[in-house]
């Protein structure tokens, strides 16, 4: 579904927007000195200090897709009957999110929505 599941760009970045101010209040809720989100329209950086690594979240407004790029690797999210799954692997983002943060900060994560 992915494109079609917005009726215009207008709509797509309203529902990004939405997504990427809950998942920085989940961000700000964990307890580790070592990361530094980072919210600009559209796009979501964290920054984990004792690394120096970075996973971005960046909306792609003419695919209506999410992208994300963490730990040397990209992934591209499509929103399917109000879910966000990675397009190819069908994978929620979710899931992927939680199983990299809690690989990153050592300490079990699970977002949601």
Do not use: C, Y
Request: charged residues 30%.
């Amino acid at each position: 579904m992915s494109a079609r599941e917005f009726s215009d760009d207008a709509q797509f970045r309203i529902a990004v927007s939405t997504l990427l101010d809950e998942l920085l209040a989940q961000i700000d809720e964990i307890d580790s000195d070592d990361l530094d989100p980072r919210l600009s329209a559209g796009n979501l950086q964290v920054l984990f200090e004792d690394t120096n690594s970075t996973f971005v979240l960046s909306q792609q407004t003419p695919t209506h897709e999410l992208w994300m790029s963490a730990n040397l690797r990209a992934w591209h999210f499509v929103r399917e009957d109000g879910v966000w799954i990675e397009r190819d692997t069908r994978e929620p983002m979710l899931e992927l999110l939680s199983r990299l943060f809690t690989e990153k900060v050592g300490a079990d994560i699970e977002f949601t929505l």
